[in-house]
């Protein structure tokens, strides 16, 4: 899929300063800055997958903790 995006001018300078540093193009930073931004929501809902999980399952245990 092909999308334009229009970064701004100082943005822009900064990606391309880094690009040059990394070897590599302004395009594969942006890929990798969307891949991990992907991969950092999908953390967040694993997460609250997992508290909602233990929340749920384990109440009589937590509350006894917090009683203790």
């Known amino acids: 899929m092909a999308i334009n995006v229009r970064i701004p001018e100082d943005l822009d300078r900064q990606l391309e300063q880094l690009a040059t540093a990394q070897h ?3 395009h594969a930073l942006l890929l ?26 384990d109440a009589e245990l937590l509350q006894r903790l917090e009683d203790a």
Not at 39 to 47: A, H, T
């Open 32 to 57: 990798q800055g969307a891949t991990l931004i992907v991969e950092r929501y999908s953390r967040r809902d694993e997460i609250e997958s997992g508290l909602q999980f233990v929340l749920s399952h």
């Open 24 to 26: 590599a193009s302004k």
